[in-house]
């Protein structure tokens, strides 16, 4: 691809309406005690009030530390959980709402890949038939000859041996698996791939073989990724734009580059300030922005701003003030008053 | 293929898939106990089909010249009250015992498995009604709870079967239940939701043969559980009824009047009723060993 069409390609991302557009998801969770009658003595606000977009092509990096509904909002987005309220619009169609017998179609358009590749397929089925399965239960090939070099094609595609078709997911290993996961995604022909930590659970070198296989998806198929992922340095190599959340929010929203160079949100900074650099001596002269405490409970979130015990900034506003999600400079988005603006 | 396409961990040598006979000479190896068990089950399974060509008298027809018989070469295991050859009425009766202990054991396994994965799958509400009516019924002795049953339906075989398949059923949905659980939570359950498939898809493809193993211990328990219930329930002669040979009804009319005079018309009986359960747990813990996929190779 030329120069030239490279920047027409990147100006018409930022143009494009958006193909999955998310407003206000909230997924809360009932505590429910008693034996007999249920009642609910609390709510987990795994997310509490999420927005988003994701243009076709773009990858969208969501990151956070562990429990702070990233994972949840993609179960949201493929609707394996029904979300409290909020709107899941794809392709201009809210997704959160329908009925589970409506969504049938739409749900080969978004497809998934999960972080641990031993739990993600059915150990008692062939690696041909669970890639071929949704092809065949969906019509998508009706013909078994050629749902079967379909299947090739996709083993292919992703890298393995089509003659791992007539094997058990047990005899391979942890790469190739995650390989058989996204092959399966591939089949139904999705615009939209939920990656679930997808890397995470993989050691480094296959790590990278898994990244590279997704960016050259990416490009043949032009498909959209939300990337869930606690890995900044896999974030910032394979997202156009990232998102962090703390304690089911979106607390800053910007271009790869512009969040990693120039992060405003105090959170952010603590984050990647902990990313370690590659060199003993810069290392241990930088100086570590280190977080005081925990991160609170979800069920009894903090008043006002939710990382406001935390925050090295905080002021007497931020604990009665819920800050909203606002445009800080164009495209970067800040859920933060204390932070100047230049 | 192009030439210079490269793939991850290429294996050229096919996977080669163990033939039964390896399988056979493995099981002997490691489980000798169970393999002991599969040649008593082959045993019963061979006399149960082969009745006819390995009796030496018919089983039904009495010769009151030759009553109550010691064992002798002419009636190995002697005769009956009615003259009726003991031998070829164990062979008979094993065709009874298999027919009604594997379908009562199949078919309770089986309707308790779907019972207990439907009800772990939906969970709520459906789970909780479904759970209460196990918890009835497992409240009730099987052999009372079979009893009732064959009071309302009537004797003879069909409704036998139906009475010990009956409190099957709950035992093994709670069982089933408790690995389904877990399986539901297991991504690739939710890989398949992601795709878009049905319920009865993800139920019957997807969770079920993963409870494989739980499903293969309550089957091959109540294989020997469904023989002992139908002998119990023969020898209460609720079961199946004279003269068709029946283990249960031998060790009645032997023990009650002749258990000191003729010792062998009780004898013989029990020892093929305590065979057959014995041979059929055996086996049972062997097969679970043997077929699961990941203990295989270790």
Redesign the interface.
């Known amino acids: 691809m030329s120069a030239a069409e490279d920047m027409v390609e990147e100006d018409s991302l930022a143009e494009a309406e958006p193909l999955l557009r998310v407003e206000g998801l909230k997924m809360h969770f009932p505590v429910t005690d008693g034996l007999f009658l249920k009642h609910t003595v609390g709510l987990v606000k795994a997310v509490d009030g999420v927005s988003f977009t994701i243009a076709p092509g773009e990858t969208l990096g969501l990151v956070g530390e562990s429990g702070c509904g990233k994972t949840t909002v993609g179960?949201c987005i493929?609707r394996?959980e029904q979300p409290t309220a909020g709107k899941v619009i794809f392709s201009g169609v809210d997704i959160a709402g329908m009925k589970t017998s409506e969504?049938?179609?739409l749900?080969?358009d978004?497809?998934?890949i999960?972080?641990?590749p031993f739990?993600?397929?059915?150990?008692?089925?062939k690696i041909g038939s669970i890639i071929s399965?949704?092809m065949r239960?969906?019509g998508i090939i009706k013909d078994a000859t050629e749902r079967r070099e379909r299947v090739s094609e996709l083993l292919?595609i992703c890298?393995?041996?089509p003659?791992f078709a007539?094997?058990?997911p047990?005899?391979?290993?942890g790469?190739?698996r995650q390989?058989v996961?996204i092959a399966?995604a591939l089949s139904?022909n999705p615009k939209f791939i939920v990656c679930d930590e997808a890397v995470s659970a993989l050691d480094v070198s296959i790590q990278a073989?898994i990244i590279n296989l997704l960016e050259d998806l990416q490009k043949q198929f032009n498909f959209s990724y939300l990337f869930i992922a606690h890995d900044l340095s896999v974030v910032r190599h394979l997202c156009h734009r990232v998102a962090v959340m703390y304690l089911g929010k979106i607390v800053e929203l910007a271009d790869c580059d512009e969040l990693f160079d120039n992060p405003k949100h105090p959170y952010t900074r603590a984050l990647l300030s902990a990313v370690p650099v590659p060199d003993p001596e810069i290392e241990a002269a930088r100086s570590h922005q280190i977080l005081e405490g925990e991160v609170p409970s979800p069920i009894n979130p903090p008043s006002g701003c939710v990382f406001h015990p935390r925050c090295p900034q905080a002021i007497e506003t931020c604990k009665r003030d819920i800050p909203e999600l606002q445009e800080f400079t164009p495209g970067h988005m800040l859920a933060c008053p204390v932070v100047p603006r230049e | 293929m192009a030439v210079n396409?490269t793939?991850?961990?290429?294996?050229d040598e096919?996977?080669q898939d163990r033939g039964w006979g390896a399988v056979a000479i493995d099981l002997i190896r490691r489980q000798p106990l169970g393999a002991a068990g599969g040649l008593i089950v082959i045993l019963m399974i061979f006399a149960a089909v082969f009745a006819e060509q390995i009796d030496m008298y018919d089983p039904e027809v009495n010769d009151f010249g030759a009553m109550l018989q010691a064992p002798s070469l002419d009636h190995i295991f002697g005769t009956d009250e009615f003259g009726r050859d003991i031998y070829s009425r164990i062979v008979h009766g094993a065709r009874t015992a298999m027919l009604v202990g594997f379908t009562a054991a199949i078919l309770g396994s089986t309707i308790g498995l779907l019972i207990g994965v439907t009800s772990a799958y939906f969970g709520g509400w459906v789970d909780n009604i479904v759970q209460r009516v196990v918890d009835v019924l497992i409240a009730f002795p099987s052999i009372i709870l079979a009893l009732a049953i064959v009071i309302i339906l009537g004797r003879g075989v069909g409704p036998v079967i139906v009475a010990i398949t009956i409190p099957l059923i709950p035992n093994c949905a709670r069982v089933v239940r408790s690995s389904a659980l877990a399986i539901r939570e297991?991504?690739?359950v939710?890989?398949?939701?992601?795709?878009?498939?049905g319920h009865v898809?993800i139920v019957l493809?997807?969770i079920s043969?993963?409870i494989?193993a739980p499903y293969l211990i309550m089957l091959t328990t109540f294989l020997g559980q469904a023989i002992l219930a139908e002998a119990s329930l023969s020898y209460l002669g609720l079961g199946v009824q004279e003269p068709t040979p029946a283990w249960g009804l031998m060790l009645k009319s032997g023990a009650e009047e002749y258990a000191e005079s003729a010792p062998w018309a009780v004898i013989f009986p029990g020892i093929a009723i305590s065979l057959a359960v014995f041979g059929f747990n055996l086996f049972g813990d062997a097969m679970r060993d043997v077929l699961d996929?990941?203990l295989r190779d270790r």
């Open positions: 179960r493929l394996l969504m049938s179609d749900r080969q978004v497809q998934v999960f972080q641990d739990s993600s397929l059915n150990p008692r089925m399965e949704a239960v969906h292919r890298g393995l041996n003659r007539d094997r058990y047990h005899e391979m290993s790469g190739q390989r996961g399966r139904v073989q | 396409e793939y991850i961990g290429i294996q096919p996977l297991i991504p690739y939710d890989a398949a939701r992601a795709m878009g498939f898809r493809r997807h043969p993963n494989m996929p990941k």
